[in-house]
């Protein structure tokens, strides 16, 4: 079956860093997304891996390895604004995304 | 977690019809519902949210009489593209969201691949 692997919860301290790792089984493979989801809104989109290597925008950072399965998503310099839920989704052959449950990330001041 | 089904997966068809796609929550009330449309390499859009028996509110540059979202009941809401054209075409979502206000989270579909020739 197809499945994306992600921990359920983080803790980190305000001004560290922290990496969040999805791993993932899909039948294909079409690009992987990191999206934020502060508690009651949508999802915001973060990132879009379809290549291997890191991605870089601003204080968040997105790895790809295909042959791994994996991906991670690192944020520098955490602000207590950061506090949310980070979602790993990957776009199978048959274009349908597939999606982990989900991280909830506590920041602590 | 919470399952939501969407239905179809993907669909093919001809310039001008209207094409439907549902989006179920299967083992919670879904007090809300928001429909995202996704190009290719680019992120999920926000297009309407919907809340159970009332109007879905759209986000700006979306038109309500193209992109029909009826959310009659707690389970299941309704995307209907009308008079869809070429341009339509694209990768539309729902994710749905169970009582509890803000705090809860929301679930999402597999997603419905639209193309229209």
């Known amino acids: 079956g197809q499945n994306i692997d992600q921990p359920t919860e983080m803790t980190a301290t305000e001004g560290a860093i922290v990496q969040i790792n999805c791993t993932y089984q899909t039948s294909g493979f079409n690009g992987l997304f990191w999206y934020q989801q502060h508690a009651g809104e949508a999802p915001t989109f973060l990132s879009y891996n379809v290549l291997d290597g890191l991605e870089e925008k601003g204080r968040f950072s997105s790895f790809l390895s295909r042959s791994k399965g994996y991906s991670y998503l690192l944020l520098k310099e955490l602000q207590m604004k950061d506090s949310a839920s980070y979602l790993c989704?990957?776009?199978?052959?048959?274009?349908?995304?597939?999606w982990g449950a989900g991280t909830k990330l506590i920041i602590k001041p | 977690g919470a399952v939501v089904s969407q239905h179809p997966s993907w669909v093919i068809c001809k310039s001008g019809t209207s094409v439907k796609i549902e989006c179920r929550s299967l083992d919670f009330q879904a007090t809300t519902m928001f429909w995202y449309r996704q190009f290719p390499k680019q992120s999920l859009m926000l297009m309407a949210t919907s809340n159970e028996g009332s109007k879905a509110t759209y986000e700006q540059g979306v038109e309500k009489d193209k992109f029909l979202i009826n959310h009659a009941s707690l389970t299941l809401s309704t995307l209907t593209v009308t008079s869809a054209h070429p341009e339509d075409s694209s990768f539309y979502i729902c994710?749905?969201?169970?009582?509890?206000?803000?705090?809860?989270?929301?679930?999402f579909g597999q997603g419905t691949r639209l193309t229209v020739v």
């Open positions: 994710s749905a969201r169970g009582e509890g206000g803000g705090d809860t989270e929301a679930f």
């Open positions: 989704a990957v776009m199978d052959s048959n274009y349908q995304l597939i």
